[in-house]
């Protein structure tokens, strides 16, 4: 599967952006999917993922703040991320796997088809 990760840019702190992530090629059901992201010389993390039974799960810093989901007709991955902190930014990457255990969600290791990534940047 590719995927193409969109939606990037620059926003002030308190505002809003939805990334998307259009996928291509032969997507199973049964997919998980996730968004990561990756700071300036730091390691890659977790943000928030929708396991293959559509379960959805958050990283802590930002729950209530951000929201995924996913349109099947579309084949298309969104992340919707309102009240934005500087500490948001970083370069977001779109993923999915058809292999990925539950405990394993929040690893990027675990997945193993990666959208180029988007940058978001936030102003304070």
């Known amino acids: 599967v590719q995927l193409q990760a969109s939606g990037g840019g620059l926003v002030q702190a308190g505002g809003s952006l939805r990334l998307s992530c259009a996928a291509s090629?032969?997507?199973?059901?049964?997919?998980?999917w996730a968004w990561f992201r990756q700071a300036t010389g730091k390691e890659r993390e977790f943000v928030a993922g929708i396991w293959r039974n559509g379960n959805i799960f958050y990283a802590d810093s930002v729950k209530g703040r951000f929201t995924i989901s996913r349109d099947r007709a579309k084949s298309t991955l969104y992340l919707q991320m309102n009240s934005l902190k500087p500490e948001d930014t970083a370069l977001y990457y779109c993923?999915?796997?058809?292999?990925?255990?539950?405990?394993?969600?929040?690893?990027?290791?675990?997945?193993?088809?990666w959208g180029q990534g988007t940058l978001v940047t936030v102003s304070s």
């Open positions: 993923t999915g796997s058809p292999s990925v255990i539950l405990s394993s969600l929040r690893v990027s290791s675990s997945y193993h088809s």
């Open positions: 090629g032969r997507t199973f059901s049964g997919y998980t």
